[in-house]
């Protein structure tokens, strides 16, 4: 059974940084997009950030270019984002999720981590 499983999310002040974990138990690793998606309350899920095969293929979504960077372990089976000047507004439950390259669904997803910056 796959899983995807979140760490890494607290609460942070404003202007702070959070790094979250996904730790995925997905037998053929290298061949899935890893992403990272966010929910806030009232909100619809929002892709953050995905990383294909290595680092030269990434995607961010405007509110997170310049201040995020996903990574990808593949020998750890690990992704990782690193969000720095967070502001209030980043307040929301992130989600690690996986797809197959060059798929469009989102097959998998994680439970979410809670990450809520005060002001």
């Known amino acids: 059974q796959v899983q995807l499983v979140e760490s890494g999310g607290g609460s942070v002040e404003a202007g702070g940084s959070v790094r979250l974990s996904c730790a995925a138990s997905?037998?053929?690793?290298?061949?899935?997009?890893m992403g990272w998606f966010r929910q806030a309350p009232g909100e619809e899920r929002k892709l953050v950030a995905a990383?294909?095969?290595?680092?030269?293929?990434?995607f961010y979504a405007d509110f997170a270019k310049g201040r995020s960077t996903i990574s990808r372990d593949n020998g750890k089976n690990a992704v990782y984002l690193q969000m720095m000047r967070l502001k209030p507004e980043d307040t929301a439950v992130y989600y690690c999720?996986?797809?197959?390259?060059?798929?469009?669904?989102?097959?998998?997803w994680g439970q979410g981590t809670q990450v809520t910056v005060s002001s």
């Open positions: 999720a996986a797809k197959v390259v060059g798929t469009s669904e989102w097959t998998h």
């Open positions: 990383i294909a095969r290595g680092p030269s293929s990434t």
């Open positions: 997905l037998r053929t690793f290298v061949q899935y997009t």
